[in-house]
């Protein structure tokens, strides 16, 4: 199998070439960029599978180069920032990212997050295979899509694993914390208020009234679940 593909967009020399150097030890194929133009000269021409990507640009922000990115490929995304407001992180998780590092970290750090978010594009189970649908929405996990009434719903990676994750278990309660482990695969130590955001960015794409969501529920003082209507029914496994 083709080791993974890692952009590294950042204006500090110094952080680009470490990044670059340690992890090219490790497998990957990598690039890198020091402004957000020639990232996206060099992500179109590279196709990567995961960017990591600086919050602050000379010509840019990482948000903006995020978000842009994302509507190209359904790339992985782990955002860089000196800034430790977890408004920031709040935000990079709202446009995308898939993980956030606060400048300075330790390299053993960056490569287990590094893992963990391109462990998400290991090759399904037939177990996993089955398309779920639920009324109007289908959720396809070999083909990574989803479908409201017949029409595409644009997912991030992320959206979309915590999505089929929940859809996979209806009924189950989970803890904030039991989703970041399932879902993000690693101990998370950071604010678990990003599990509300990427559940937010899901209803606001799946659900008829965001107030008052009937597929995605809140279980207040415990977490979320996925509450399968009545009708629901999971499609044969695909081939």
Request: net charge negative; glycine share 4%.
């Amino acid at each position: 199998m083709a080791s993974a593909k890692i952009l590294v967009v950042d204006d500090d020399s110094s952080i680009r070439t470490l990044i670059y150097r340690f992890l090219s030890k490790h497998d990957y194929q990598m690039e890198s960029a020091e402004d957000g133009k020639s990232a996206l000269a060099i992500f179109e021409e590279f196709n990567p599978d995961l960017v990591i990507l600086d919050v602050n640009l000379p010509d840019s922000t990482g948000y903006a180069l995020c978000e842009e990115m994302q509507k190209r490929t359904g790339v992985f995304v782990l955002m860089l920032t000196s800034r430790s407001d977890e408004s920031d992180k709040i935000r990079g998780f709202s446009q995308g990212a898939d993980d956030y590092l606060t400048k300075p970290f330790s390299l053993s750090e960056l490569e287990v997050r590094v893992g963990a978010i391109l462990k998400r594009q290991r090759p399904v189970t037939t177990a996993e295979q089955q398309r779920l649908t639920f009324n109007r929405l289908m959720i396809d996990p070999v083909r990574r899509e989803v479908m409201l009434d017949n029409n595409l719903v644009a997912l991030t990676a992320l959206e979309f694993d915590l999505l089929h994750f929940l859809a996979s278990h209806p009924g189950r309660v989970w803890r904030r914390a039991e989703l970041i482990q399932k879902v993000w695969d690693y101990e998370y130590v950071g604010d678990q208020r990003v599990v509300d955001v990427h559940i937010g960015q899901i209803r606001k794409k799946i659900e008829l009234d965001t107030s008052e969501p009937a597929l995605i529920q809140t279980v207040r003082g415990v977490g979320y679940k996925f509450e399968e209507p009545n009708t629901s029914k999971a499609d044969e496994s695909l081939n």
